[in-house]
Protein backbone atom coordinates (compact mmCIF):
# COMPACT_ATOMS: atom_id res chain seq x y z
CA UNK A 1 0.00 0.00 0.00
CA UNK A 2 1.49 3.76 -0.78
CA UNK A 3 1.59 6.12 1.71
CA UNK A 4 -0.33 8.95 1.04
CA UNK A 5 0.40 12.22 3.85
CA UNK A 6 -2.82 14.08 4.60
CA UNK A 7 -2.82 17.50 4.64
CA UNK A 8 -1.43 18.75 8.80
CA UNK A 9 -4.46 21.45 8.52
CA UNK A 10 -7.05 18.56 8.09
CA UNK A 11 -6.10 16.15 10.52
CA UNK A 12 -7.98 15.99 13.75
CA UNK A 13 -6.04 17.06 16.94
CA UNK A 14 -6.41 14.02 18.82
CA UNK A 15 -6.57 10.91 16.03
CA UNK A 16 -8.60 8.21 18.24
CA UNK A 17 -11.78 6.83 17.83
CA UNK A 18 -11.94 3.82 18.76
CA UNK A 19 -15.46 1.81 19.83
CA UNK A 20 -13.68 0.44 22.95
CA UNK A 21 -11.02 0.43 24.01
CA UNK A 22 -11.94 4.30 23.04
CA UNK A 23 -9.76 7.35 23.63
CA UNK A 24 -8.26 7.92 27.26
CA UNK A 25 -7.78 12.07 27.84
CA UNK A 26 -4.46 12.99 28.66
CA UNK A 27 -5.84 14.56 32.38
CA UNK A 28 -7.06 11.58 33.28
CA UNK A 29 -3.31 9.59 32.45
CA UNK A 30 -1.95 12.58 34.52
CA UNK A 31 -3.86 11.57 37.49
CA UNK A 32 -2.03 8.64 38.00
CA UNK A 33 0.90 10.55 38.24
CA UNK A 34 0.15 13.72 40.54
CA UNK A 35 -1.29 12.84 44.20
CA UNK A 36 -2.52 9.33 42.92
CA UNK A 37 1.01 8.04 42.61
CA UNK A 38 1.23 6.94 45.97
CA UNK A 39 -1.51 4.63 45.82
CA UNK A 40 -0.81 2.46 42.53
CA UNK A 41 1.10 -1.11 44.30
CA UNK A 42 -0.68 -0.50 47.30
CA UNK A 43 -3.80 -2.55 49.08
CA UNK A 44 -7.12 -2.48 47.99
CA UNK A 45 -8.52 -2.59 51.30
CA UNK A 46 -6.92 -0.03 53.01
CA UNK A 47 -8.97 3.50 53.20
CA UNK A 48 -7.40 5.88 50.22
CA UNK A 49 -8.46 2.87 47.47
CA UNK A 50 -11.87 2.77 49.20
CA UNK A 51 -11.59 6.10 48.74
CA UNK A 52 -11.84 6.53 45.34
CA UNK A 53 -14.39 3.22 45.25
CA UNK A 54 -16.53 5.08 47.42
CA UNK A 55 -16.17 8.29 44.98
CA UNK A 56 -16.63 6.19 42.03
CA UNK A 57 -19.84 4.76 43.19
CA UNK A 58 -21.50 7.67 44.70
CA UNK A 59 -20.07 10.07 41.23
CA UNK A 60 -22.40 7.27 39.08
CA UNK A 61 -25.42 8.03 41.09
CA UNK A 62 -25.03 11.74 40.96
CA UNK A 63 -24.32 11.24 36.79
CA UNK A 64 -27.62 8.61 36.49
CA UNK A 65 -29.52 10.57 39.06
CA UNK A 66 -30.06 6.84 40.03
CA UNK A 67 -33.61 5.86 41.16
CA UNK A 68 -34.28 5.50 45.43
CA UNK A 69 -32.54 2.19 46.72
CA UNK A 70 -30.69 1.47 43.32
CA UNK A 71 -27.02 0.13 44.13
CA UNK A 72 -23.72 1.26 42.12
CA UNK A 73 -21.73 -2.48 42.02
CA UNK A 74 -18.36 -2.85 40.81
CA UNK A 75 -16.39 -6.43 40.42
CA UNK A 76 -13.81 -8.08 38.39
CA UNK A 77 -13.88 -9.22 34.80
CA UNK A 78 -15.16 -7.50 32.61
CA UNK A 79 -18.83 -7.11 30.83
CA UNK A 80 -18.57 -10.60 29.22
CA UNK A 81 -17.95 -11.95 32.65
CA UNK A 82 -21.20 -10.47 34.03
CA UNK A 83 -23.02 -12.15 31.66
CA UNK A 84 -21.99 -15.39 33.24
CA UNK A 85 -22.70 -13.42 36.68
CA UNK A 86 -26.27 -12.96 35.45
CA UNK A 87 -26.77 -16.44 34.41
CA UNK A 88 -25.36 -17.77 37.63
CA UNK A 89 -27.22 -14.62 40.04
CA UNK A 90 -29.86 -13.41 38.17
CA UNK A 91 -31.90 -15.66 35.95
CA UNK A 92 -34.16 -17.83 38.12
CA UNK A 93 -35.31 -20.55 35.39
CA UNK A 94 -35.00 -18.94 32.07
CA UNK A 95 -34.62 -15.59 29.95
CA UNK A 96 -35.79 -14.23 26.93
CA UNK A 97 -33.02 -12.01 24.48
CA UNK A 98 -33.31 -9.94 22.00
CA UNK A 99 -30.26 -10.78 19.54
CA UNK A 100 -29.16 -8.58 17.00
CA UNK A 101 -25.76 -8.58 16.50
CA UNK A 102 -22.29 -9.98 18.17
CA UNK A 103 -22.88 -9.25 22.16
CA UNK A 104 -26.29 -9.25 22.13
CA UNK A 105 -25.56 -13.01 20.91
CA UNK A 106 -22.88 -13.53 23.65
CA UNK A 107 -24.87 -13.39 26.36
CA UNK A 108 -27.80 -15.54 25.19
CA UNK A 109 -25.23 -18.21 24.53
CA UNK A 110 -24.12 -17.89 27.85
CA UNK A 111 -27.26 -18.28 29.11
CA UNK A 112 -27.85 -21.70 26.24
CA UNK A 113 -24.93 -22.68 27.87
CA UNK A 114 -25.74 -22.42 31.49
CA UNK A 115 -27.12 -26.56 32.37
CA UNK A 116 -29.49 -25.25 35.39
CA UNK A 117 -31.19 -22.69 33.50
CA UNK A 118 -34.12 -23.94 31.08
CA UNK A 119 -33.29 -23.07 27.48
CA UNK A 120 -33.23 -19.32 26.22
CA UNK A 121 -36.40 -17.62 24.33
CA UNK A 122 -34.58 -15.99 21.34
CA UNK A 123 -35.70 -12.68 19.47
CA UNK A 124 -33.56 -12.22 16.44
CA UNK A 125 -33.65 -9.39 14.08
CA UNK A 126 -31.38 -8.70 11.76
CA UNK A 127 -27.90 -6.62 12.01
CA UNK A 128 -28.67 -3.43 11.65
CA UNK A 129 -31.62 -3.19 13.26
CA UNK A 130 -33.26 -4.75 16.94
CA UNK A 131 -35.62 -6.31 18.24
CA UNK A 132 -36.75 -6.62 21.74
CA UNK A 133 -37.47 -9.62 23.74
CA UNK A 134 -41.60 -9.81 23.81
CA UNK A 135 -43.33 -11.13 26.60
CA UNK A 136 -43.24 -15.01 27.53
CA UNK A 137 -44.97 -17.31 30.07
CA UNK A 138 -42.40 -18.53 32.45
CA UNK A 139 -39.43 -15.84 31.86
CA UNK A 140 -38.32 -13.72 34.71
CA UNK A 141 -35.39 -12.30 33.15
CA UNK A 142 -35.53 -10.10 30.09
CA UNK A 143 -32.09 -9.28 28.30
CA UNK A 144 -30.97 -7.04 25.90
CA UNK A 145 -28.26 -4.63 24.58
CA UNK A 146 -28.75 -1.00 24.61
CA UNK A 147 -26.40 -0.62 21.81
CA UNK A 148 -24.87 -2.93 20.36
CA UNK A 149 -21.54 -2.30 19.71
CA UNK A 150 -20.71 -4.35 16.84
CA UNK A 151 -23.56 -2.46 14.34
CA UNK A 152 -24.29 0.89 15.97
CA UNK A 153 -27.83 0.32 17.00
CA UNK A 154 -29.08 1.45 19.82
CA UNK A 155 -31.93 -0.18 21.42
CA UNK A 156 -34.90 1.73 23.93
CA UNK A 157 -34.37 1.22 27.53
CA UNK A 158 -38.12 0.40 29.00
CA UNK A 159 -39.66 -2.44 30.56
CA UNK A 160 -41.35 -5.22 28.74
CA UNK A 161 -45.31 -4.43 28.58
CA UNK A 162 -46.85 -6.69 31.74
CA UNK A 163 -43.71 -8.03 32.64
CA UNK A 164 -44.29 -6.47 36.10
CA UNK A 165 -47.07 -9.19 37.14
CA UNK A 166 -44.39 -12.01 36.74
CA UNK A 167 -41.21 -10.28 38.50
CA UNK A 168 -39.38 -10.30 35.45
CA UNK A 169 -35.82 -8.38 35.87
CA UNK A 170 -34.81 -6.47 32.92
CA UNK A 171 -30.76 -7.02 32.62
CA UNK A 172 -29.47 -4.09 30.03
CA UNK A 173 -25.67 -4.48 28.52
CA UNK A 174 -24.95 -1.05 28.52
CA UNK A 175 -21.25 -1.38 27.51
CA UNK A 176 -21.20 1.05 24.35
CA UNK A 177 -24.19 2.69 25.83
CA UNK A 178 -23.60 4.03 29.63
CA UNK A 179 -22.36 7.82 29.33
CA UNK A 180 -23.13 8.06 25.82
CA UNK A 181 -26.95 7.53 25.38
CA UNK A 182 -29.78 8.53 27.43
CA UNK A 183 -31.48 5.99 30.05
CA UNK A 184 -34.45 5.95 32.71
CA UNK A 185 -32.72 3.82 34.59
CA UNK A 186 -36.51 3.21 36.20
CA UNK A 187 -36.51 0.93 32.97
CA UNK A 188 -34.45 -1.36 34.21
CA UNK A 189 -33.09 -3.86 36.86
CA UNK A 190 -29.88 -4.35 35.93
CA UNK A 191 -27.49 -1.69 33.92
CA UNK A 192 -23.99 -3.30 33.21
CA UNK A 193 -21.21 -1.88 31.92
CA UNK A 194 -17.50 -1.48 31.44
CA UNK A 195 -15.31 1.65 31.86
CA UNK A 196 -13.26 1.22 28.59
CA UNK A 197 -15.66 3.13 26.55
CA UNK A 198 -17.67 6.49 27.41
CA UNK A 199 -16.10 6.34 31.07
CA UNK A 200 -12.24 6.32 29.41
CA UNK A 201 -10.46 4.15 31.66
CA UNK A 202 -9.12 0.56 30.61
CA UNK A 203 -11.13 -2.53 30.99
CA UNK A 204 -10.92 -5.77 33.37
CA UNK A 205 -14.19 -3.96 35.69
CA UNK A 206 -17.47 -4.40 35.75
CA UNK A 207 -19.97 -1.49 36.95
CA UNK A 208 -23.68 -3.25 37.24
CA UNK A 209 -26.56 -0.57 38.61
CA UNK A 210 -29.12 -2.58 40.11
CA UNK A 211 -32.33 -1.97 41.19
CA UNK A 212 -33.63 -3.69 44.42
CA UNK A 213 -35.53 -6.22 42.91
CA UNK A 214 -32.12 -7.67 41.12
CA UNK A 215 -30.28 -7.47 44.78
CA UNK A 216 -32.87 -9.50 46.32
CA UNK A 217 -32.78 -12.02 43.31
CA UNK A 218 -29.09 -12.23 43.80
CA UNK A 219 -29.43 -13.11 47.46
CA UNK A 220 -32.59 -15.58 47.34
CA UNK A 221 -30.71 -17.56 44.42
CA UNK A 222 -27.59 -17.78 46.07
CA UNK A 223 -29.35 -19.36 49.04
CA UNK A 224 -31.75 -21.68 47.08
CA UNK A 225 -29.59 -23.07 44.41
CA UNK A 226 -31.43 -26.12 42.79
CA UNK A 227 -34.00 -25.85 39.92
CA UNK A 228 -35.83 -29.27 38.67
CA UNK A 229 -32.95 -31.04 39.84
CA UNK A 230 -30.04 -29.39 38.02
CA UNK A 231 -27.69 -27.54 40.56
CA UNK A 232 -26.99 -23.85 40.42
CA UNK A 233 -23.17 -23.46 40.70
CA UNK A 234 -22.38 -19.55 41.98
CA UNK A 235 -18.58 -20.05 42.25
CA UNK A 236 -17.13 -17.56 44.82
CA UNK A 237 -15.78 -14.99 41.47
CA UNK A 238 -19.92 -15.77 39.66
CA UNK A 239 -21.45 -14.46 42.83
CA UNK A 240 -23.50 -11.47 42.22
CA UNK A 241 -24.55 -11.46 46.07
CA UNK A 242 -20.09 -11.05 47.10
CA UNK A 243 -19.71 -8.28 44.61
CA UNK A 244 -22.83 -6.61 46.51
CA UNK A 245 -21.35 -7.07 49.80
CA UNK A 246 -17.98 -5.65 48.96
CA UNK A 247 -19.21 -2.93 47.31
CA UNK A 248 -20.89 -1.55 50.10
CA UNK A 249 -17.38 -1.67 51.57
CA UNK A 250 -16.05 0.22 48.70
CA UNK A 251 -14.11 -2.87 47.61
CA UNK A 252 -14.10 -5.22 45.32
CA UNK A 253 -14.35 -9.36 45.54
CA UNK A 254 -10.65 -9.34 43.86
CA UNK A 255 -7.64 -7.30 43.42
CA UNK A 256 -9.12 -4.43 40.54
CA UNK A 257 -6.41 -2.52 38.71
CA UNK A 258 -5.84 0.59 41.02
CA UNK A 259 -4.71 2.43 37.57
CA UNK A 260 -7.97 1.58 36.20
CA UNK A 261 -10.24 2.87 39.24
CA UNK A 262 -8.40 6.01 39.42
CA UNK A 263 -8.57 7.09 35.75
CA UNK A 264 -12.43 6.40 35.86
CA UNK A 265 -13.30 8.22 38.88
CA UNK A 266 -11.11 11.17 36.96
CA UNK A 267 -13.63 10.92 34.29
CA UNK A 268 -16.95 10.29 36.01
CA UNK A 269 -15.92 14.13 38.01
CA UNK A 270 -14.84 15.24 34.47
CA UNK A 271 -18.39 14.04 32.85
CA UNK A 272 -20.39 15.32 35.78
CA UNK A 273 -18.25 18.92 35.79
CA UNK A 274 -19.83 19.55 32.79
CA UNK A 275 -23.36 18.84 33.45
CA UNK A 276 -23.49 14.99 33.46
CA UNK A 277 -25.53 12.80 31.69
CA UNK A 278 -27.15 15.52 29.65
CA UNK A 279 -24.25 16.88 28.61
CA UNK A 280 -22.66 14.09 27.62
CA UNK A 281 -25.24 12.53 25.44
CA UNK A 282 -25.85 15.44 23.95
CA UNK A 283 -22.19 15.84 22.71
CA UNK A 284 -22.12 12.53 21.45
CA UNK A 285 -24.98 13.11 19.86
CA UNK A 286 -23.32 15.84 18.06
CA UNK A 287 -20.33 13.94 17.11
CA UNK A 288 -22.83 11.47 15.51
CA UNK A 289 -24.96 13.93 13.55
CA UNK A 290 -21.64 14.86 11.90
CA UNK A 291 -21.03 11.92 10.73
CA UNK A 292 -24.23 10.46 9.60
CA UNK A 293 -25.00 14.05 7.54
CA UNK A 294 -21.52 13.86 6.26
CA UNK A 295 -22.70 10.06 5.09
CA UNK A 296 -26.13 10.36 3.79
CA UNK A 297 -24.82 13.79 1.92
CA UNK A 298 -21.49 11.35 0.49
CA UNK A 299 -20.94 9.98 -3.46
CA UNK A 300 -19.63 6.94 -2.05
CA UNK A 301 -20.94 6.56 1.72
CA UNK A 302 -23.78 6.24 3.56
CA UNK A 303 -25.35 5.16 7.61
CA UNK A 304 -25.12 1.25 7.46
CA UNK A 305 -28.12 1.79 9.95
CA UNK A 306 -31.13 2.38 7.50
CA UNK A 307 -33.61 3.77 10.59
CA UNK A 308 -32.41 6.74 11.64
CA UNK A 309 -34.32 5.99 15.30
CA UNK A 310 -32.13 2.87 15.48
CA UNK A 311 -28.63 4.89 14.95
CA UNK A 312 -26.55 4.83 17.78
CA UNK A 313 -24.91 8.24 18.80
CA UNK A 314 -21.97 6.24 20.43
CA UNK A 315 -21.32 4.05 18.07
CA UNK A 316 -21.36 5.13 14.50
CA UNK A 317 -21.28 2.77 11.04
CA UNK A 318 -20.43 3.54 7.60
CA UNK A 319 -20.84 1.65 4.70
CA UNK A 320 -18.41 2.57 1.66
CA UNK A 321 -19.17 1.95 -1.93
CA UNK A 322 -17.79 -1.56 -3.10
CA UNK A 323 -14.80 0.24 -5.30
CA UNK A 324 -13.55 1.57 -2.08
CA UNK A 325 -11.99 -0.81 0.28
CA UNK A 326 -12.81 0.49 4.07
CA UNK A 327 -9.44 -1.80 4.95
CA UNK A 328 -7.11 0.49 2.54
CA UNK A 329 -8.88 3.25 3.96
CA UNK A 330 -8.64 2.50 7.61
CA UNK A 331 -5.04 1.51 6.62
CA UNK A 332 -4.19 5.03 5.59
CA UNK A 333 -5.48 6.47 7.98
CA UNK A 334 -3.92 4.74 10.77
CA UNK A 335 -0.31 5.91 9.28
CA UNK A 336 -1.64 9.54 9.36
CA UNK A 337 -2.22 8.84 13.01
CA UNK A 338 -6.03 8.40 13.05
CA UNK A 339 -6.59 5.17 14.32
CA UNK A 340 -9.33 2.05 15.44
CA UNK A 341 -11.61 3.45 12.99
CA UNK A 342 -11.63 -0.61 11.24
CA UNK A 343 -15.41 -2.10 11.35
CA UNK A 344 -16.64 -5.19 13.59
CA UNK A 345 -14.08 -8.33 11.95
CA UNK A 346 -17.13 -10.67 12.30
CA UNK A 347 -19.24 -8.29 10.55
CA UNK A 348 -17.56 -8.58 7.80
CA UNK A 349 -18.54 -4.99 5.80
CA UNK A 350 -16.94 -2.64 3.65
CA UNK A 351 -16.96 0.03 6.24
CA UNK A 352 -15.96 1.81 8.85
CA UNK A 353 -16.84 2.04 12.78
CA UNK A 354 -16.14 5.18 14.69
CA UNK A 355 -16.75 5.47 18.10
CA UNK A 356 -17.62 8.98 19.45
CA UNK A 357 -17.71 8.97 23.14
CA UNK A 358 -17.94 11.85 25.15
CA UNK A 359 -14.02 12.44 25.21
CA UNK A 360 -13.87 12.88 21.63
CA UNK A 361 -13.90 16.08 20.49
CA UNK A 362 -17.15 17.06 17.92
CA UNK A 363 -13.88 18.94 16.34
CA UNK A 364 -11.74 16.05 15.76
CA UNK A 365 -14.62 13.94 14.32
CA UNK A 366 -15.36 16.72 11.71
CA UNK A 367 -12.02 16.58 10.83
CA UNK A 368 -12.13 12.92 9.90
CA UNK A 369 -14.96 13.32 8.13
CA UNK A 370 -12.42 15.83 5.77
CA UNK A 371 -9.52 13.25 5.59
CA UNK A 372 -11.68 10.05 4.45
CA UNK A 373 -12.81 12.53 1.28
CA UNK A 374 -9.40 13.51 1.27
CA UNK A 375 -7.78 9.74 0.75
CA UNK A 376 -11.21 8.43 -1.71
CA UNK A 377 -10.45 11.71 -4.13
CA UNK A 378 -6.44 10.90 -3.69
CA UNK A 379 -7.07 6.74 -4.55
CA UNK A 380 -9.47 7.35 -6.88
CA UNK A 381 -7.61 9.83 -8.97
Partial sequence: MDTIDIPAQLLPKDGRFGSGPSKIRPQQVRSLCDDSMSLLGTSHRQSPVKQIVASIRQGLADFFSLPDAYEVVLGNGGASAFWDIACASLISRQAAFGSYGSFSAKFAACAASAPFLLDPVIFESPVGSYRLPELTEGVDAYCWAHNETSTGVAAPVRRIPNSEEYGALMLVDATSAAGALPVDLAQCDAYYFSPQKAFGSDG??????????????????????????????????????????????????????????????????????????????????????????????????????????????????????????????????????????????????????????????????????????????????
Fill in 204 to 381: GLWIAILSPAAVDRAFSLESSTELEGAVRWIPPFLSLKSAIEYSRKNQTLNTPAIATLIMLDQQIQWLNSQGGLDWSQQRCAQSASLLYDWAESSSYARPFVSDPLARSNAVVTIDMDEDISADKLVGLLRENGIVDTAGYRKLGRNQLRIGVFPSVEPADVAALTRCVDYLVEVTRG
